[in-house]
C-alpha cells in the first residue's frame, strides 16, 4: 500500500518567513501526490497535486512543492508567511481510485 | 458551481443508536468518497462509490455502509453507534471517468461532525 509521512506535527514561522511543510511518501507504483488545507470547523481544499511531468508544481495562495523520486519526498513551500496561512495541512498519495491516504498533518502557526 | 454538500452538519446520537449521512456531489461528478476524522487516527477512508456500486472499501467494521443513488447523491449509515465513532465525517467527490483515476482530484465536503453520548 502507498503511504505518507509528515515530519512534524506543529511548525511555527513568523509572518514573512519562509513555510516549509515535510512529506515523505512510500509508494511500489508511480504516486499521484496531494496537499490538501483545512482550516477550522471546514473541509479540506487542494492545494497543488503531482501526477506526472514537471516535477515543480505551484498551487494556489503561493504554495509550491518540488516531486522529488530520489529522496520519495514531496515537501510543500511558501516564500513568505501571512496569517492567513495558519491551519491544517495534509500530504495525501492516492494508492486506489477514489481512496486517498492521508498523512497525519501538519498544524501551521504564524506568529507576527 | 455549487460545492460539495454534506447534511446535517452536526449531530449528536447516543451509544447504540443509528445514523445516517448525506452527501451531494459537485454537478457531474459520479464517485463520491468517504472519509472519517478523528484527533487520534487522522483521516481514514471509509469507502468510495461510483454509478451506484461500491469500487473500495477501507478497513472499517460492517456497523459502517453507504449507499450512492441514481442522481449520484450518497449516504453512508453507521449502526449501532459507539463512542469511538465520534469524529468528523467528510465527503469527497470526483467525475470518477478517467482509466485508472488514481491522479483525479477529490473536492471535499465541509463534514458532518458525529458526537456519540
Known amino acids: 500500500a502507498q503511504s505518507v509521512t509528515q515530519l512534524g506535527s506543529h511548525v511555527s514561522v513568523s509572518e514573512g518567513a519562509l513555510v516549509l511543510l515535510r512529506c515523505n511518501y512510500s509508494s511500489s507504483v508511480p504516486p499521484y501526490l496531494f496537499w490538501y488545507v483545512q482550516y477550522p470547523n471546514q473541509g479540506l481544499q487542494l492545494l497543488l497535486k503531482y501526477t506526472t511531468g514537471a516535477t515543480l508544481v505551484k498551487g494556489i495562495n503561493g504554495f509550491e512543492a518540488e516531486f522529488k523520486k530520489s529522496e520519495t519526498s514531496f515537501h510543500l513551500t511558501k516564500p513568505s508567511a501571512h496569517m492567513s496561512d495558519a491551519a491544517e495541512y495534509f500530504c495525501a498519495v492516492n494508492h486506489l481510485r477514489g481512496a486517498l491516504n492521508f498523512g497525519k498533518g501538519t498544524s501551521l502557526l504564524v506568529t507576527p | 458551481k455549487a460545492g460539495v454538500t454534506q447534511t446535517p452538519r452536526y449531530l449528536i446520537k447516543t451509544r447504540g443508536q443509528q445514523v445516517t449521512l448525506s452527501c451531494s456531489p459537485i454537478?457531474?461528478?459520479?464517485?463520491v468518497s468517504w472519509y472519517q476524522q478523528t484527533p487520534g487516527q487522522g483521516l481514514q477512508f471509509l469507502f468510495e462509490y461510483f454509478s451506484e456500486t461500491q469500487r473500495n472499501k477501507g478497513n472499517f467494521p460492517g456497523r459502517f455502509s453507504g449507499r450512492q443513488f441514481s442522481n449520484s447523491r450518497s449516504e453512508m449509515n453507521v449502526s449501532t453507534l459507539e463512542l469511538g465513532d465520534s469524529a468528523l465525517y467528510l465527503c469527497?467527490?470526483?467525475?470518477?471517468?478517467?482509466?485508472?483515476?488514481?491522479?483525479?482530484?477529490?473536492?471535499f465536503g465541509p463534514g458532518t461532525r458525529l458526537l456519540v453520548l
Open positions: 469527497a467527490s470526483s467525475l470518477g471517468f478517467l482509466a485508472g483515476g488514481r491522479q483525479e482530484t477529490q473536492y
Open positions: 454537478s457531474g461528478h459520479r464517485s
